[in-house]
């Protein structure tokens, strides 16, 4: 049920199941997307309940669900937080977007300083790959530590005379 509606919802911020879709432009937009912090709160949020039960060490396989709750952190969370990144990066170095000109001006806005926006892409991909990466990491670790600490406390009690 929790990935379906990461599905739904990033197909929804993708403009995939709205009547204006015009491209494949990932949600992007040069005035920003409204929904961008909405999306990467909702995001951050939907994972606490996967991370304290993966404390509590509840999982019997942390390792594929770790990649389950990343890869819908990724779909979820990554192109907000790129588009984001991407356009504060290349706006704050004073970068601008062409709109174009005649009856199709402001689809397809195109950046003026090509560099710019490249360094500025880069610095939004690798964060937009960095959020479900330490996602992954901390799931699995928690998950792990708190199966070690379990099984460690059986250890104890087994070896221990006295709690017999």
């Not at 937009?29 to 991370?51: A, E, K, Q, R, Y």
């Not at 970068?95 to 003026?112: A, I, N, R």
Request: a negative charge; glycine letters at 10%.
């Amino acid at each position: 049920m929790w990935f379906m509606a990461i599905l739904f919802l990033a197909a929804s911020y993708l403009g995939l199941l709205t009547y204006h879709y015009i491209g494949p432009q990932l949600g992007f937009s040069v005035d920003g997307n409204s929904m961008n912090w909405w999306m990467i709160t909702f995001g951050l949020f939907s994972v606490l309940p996967f991370i304290l039960s993966a404390r509590r060490g509840v999982f019997e396989k942390p390792l594929d669900l770790a990649v389950i709750v990343a890869f819908g952190v990724l779909l979820l969370v990554g192109p907000p937080a790129f588009n984001s990144v991407a356009l504060s990066i290349y706006s704050q170095g004073g970068g601008e977007f062409d709109s174009g000109q005649g009856d199709y001006s402001g689809e397809v806005s195109t950046p003026t300083d090509q560099q710019s926006w490249n360094i500025a892409n880069g610095a939004g991909l690798f964060v937009c790959n960095l959020i479900p990466l330490l996602v992954f990491i901390t799931i699995w670790v928690l998950s792990s530590r708190s199966k070690s600490d379990s099984k460690t406390i059986e250890d104890q009690k087994s070896t221990n005379p006295q709690n017999k």
